[in-house]
């Protein structure tokens, strides 16, 4: 009866350690699964933060050359705006030459109704007549030079015009898509940037349990450690004699048969008992 007893003693020390190892075992992979999980958000944040750091970059390109066309299409509607006012101060200074022109033609039309022979006959002498002649021809050629050189330069000065709302036009087509570019870009980064705050709040929830988690398998393997040292620290002796009545519990439980006389478990047959007998817990 001794030595079942001591069997049974060893049989739960067993138990015990065996149990207490089981939960380490489970803790410490549960702690790799839960590792390997953070590094794959972490490594998912990474590249979602690398994502929203491009879109950045891009944004801020698109911003910038969105300016630039704005900059350029103003300059194009300054030129369009002066090209215009010069248009309209030729086109008066024109109009003002033709007046002028057409004053003189009125006055040649009278020389040659019989005005030119009157200029000629009250000349003094036929070179004053023809001085005077030439006179009048050289005014009416410069006039006519006038004309010609204004309604060239309305001409280009329209030509130019056309040219600059043509630019001003593809201009306007590509400022447009700039900024179909710069809102698409944008809003691809405010939805990235959202998606990024939930990844955050995530990996922190993950901490906190994380956290958590590790300190209840903290306190599990101090109470591990606290019952394989009380099982060592009662196993110590030479014999269990030694430590009758003073060995702790291998195991919580309820217990079946206890230490010295009485009935065995089952059987029911009276016996002298040098051990205890325990019905260990689930889980312990």
Do not use: W
Not at 25 to 47: F, H
Not at 55 to 71: I, N
Not at 165 to 191: E, F, G, I, M, P
């Amino acid at each position: 009866m001794r030595a079942r007893g001591r069997l049974l003693v060893a049989l739960g020390c067993v138990a015990a350690l065996c149990a207490s190892a089981a939960p380490r075992r489970a803790a410490a992979r549960g702690s790799l699964t839960r590792a390997k999980r953070l590094t794959s958000a972490l490594e998912a944040e990474l590249a979602a933060l690398a994502q929203l750091d491009d879109l950045s970059r891009r944004v801020l390109g698109a911003e910038r050359r969105l300016q630039t066309l704005t900059f350029r299409q103003t300059q194009l509607d300054d030129r369009i705006a002066e090209g215009e006012r010069r248009i309209r101060a030729f086109e008066k200074r024109r109009g003002a030459r033709r007046q002028h022109l057409r004053r003189r033609l009125r006055s040649l039309y009278k020389l040659s109704r019989g005005g030119l022979l009157r200029l000629m006959l009250e000349s003094e002498s036929a070179d004053q007549a023809r001085r005077q002649t030439r006179a009048v021809a050289r005014i009416l050629a410069r006039d006519a030079a006038e004309l010609r050189l204004f309604r060239g330069e309305v001409k280009r000065l329209a030509t130019l015009r056309d040219a600059l709302r043509k630019r001003r036009a593809a201009q306007a087509q590509l400022l447009a898509s700039a900024r179909v570019q710069s809102q698409r870009l944008t809003a691809a980064r405010d939805a990235l940037s959202k998606a990024l705050g939930s990844l955050y709040r995530d990996r922190r929830r993950r901490q906190r349990a994380a956290k958590a988690l590790s300190y209840a398998q903290k306190r599990l393997l101090r109470r591990t450690s606290e019952l394989r040292y009380r099982l060592n620290s009662g196993l110590g002796g030479t014999s269990v004699a030694e430590r009758k009545g003073r060995l702790p519990r291998p195991a919580r439980g309820y217990v079946l048969s206890c230490f010295g006389a009485g009935a065995a478990h089952k059987s029911g047959i009276d016996v002298a008992q040098s051990g205890m007998l325990l019905r260990p817990r689930k889980g312990a």
